[in-house]
């Protein structure tokens, strides 16, 4: 692989042009990078790569071994980990809600337990997710409490 | 599913051997190996049956009907293993004494149940003030 560095004062907003034969796992695993030092995340969506700034994500879910993101009206696959995203999230207001989902707290309104013992979490745009009660201490911390 | 079963098995195997190996210190001649094996046989089929009415909500979705039902499998739990351990005996005296036990396991889980919703009612309380608070 090849890197090239070209230096230009004139330029307003730095640019990162990627060039391959084809997109590898290792492109994307490239892609999700860059877009973490930005405090934006990488998604997939109808073949599209775009960057998400992080305030307008509401959750991240794993399922069956690929992570999805959610903002208030579209879906976007994740080019990282739900690890790494968990990672780069630490000191951010997103918490560890579940086994497979880290949520942002600012998009949440609250939490409120089920007649079947579940909790569920509503979030600002009305949808509900499910809170797993060993990560209610993980909420605690994040929120300061 | 497989990992929370596993883990949880573990677990009630983990006590049932505490428990042998204390009271293998106090009548040492009464615990044998083959009062554990019986005890583990008795005390994983319960156990199980206790997992899946939580986990599938097997008799009801709402939880203290749930909680009732592992309330009464674990009375069940300890009375035929003291029956095993040739403690039941068909008298009064061991009747009313088993009959405390039963009601002290009862009362004690079922205060465990209340602390534990009491101190999660606090928790989700202060949590939704701060995300309310968030919002403002």
Known sequence: ?145 | MKTDLKNYLFSVMGMNACIFFFLSLLVPNAVTVKLFHLMVCVSIPFSIFSFLTFRYQLFSKHIWIRRAVVIAFSVANILLNSYLFGYLQPTKKHYTIYGIAVLGTMLLLIFTYYLSDKIEKKNLKAINQKLQNNKD
């Open chain 1, 1 to 145: 692989m090849k890197i090239t560095i070209q230096e230009n004062p004139n330029i307003a907003e730095t640019q990162i042009h990627i060039v391959c034969a084809e997109m590898t796992p290792e492109i994307e695993e490239i892609v999700a990078n860059i877009g973490l030092i930005g405090h934006t995340f990488a998604g997939k969506k109808d073949g599209e790569i775009f960057f998400i700034p992080m305030k307008d994500i509401f959750y991240f879910e794993s399922v069956d071994g690929k992570v999805f993101f959610y903002t208030a009206l579209e879906c976007y696959e994740a080019t990282a980990r739900l690890y790494k995203i968990e990672e780069t999230l630490q000191n951010a207001k997103f918490a560890r809600i579940s086994k497979n989902t880290i949520a942002n707290l600012s998009k949440m309104k609250s939490i409120k337990p089920e007649e079947n013992s579940r909790l569920l979490a509503t979030l600002t745009n009305g949808e509900k997710i499910i809170v797993s009660r060993q990560y209610v201490t993980e909420i605690k911390k994040k929120l300061g409490v």
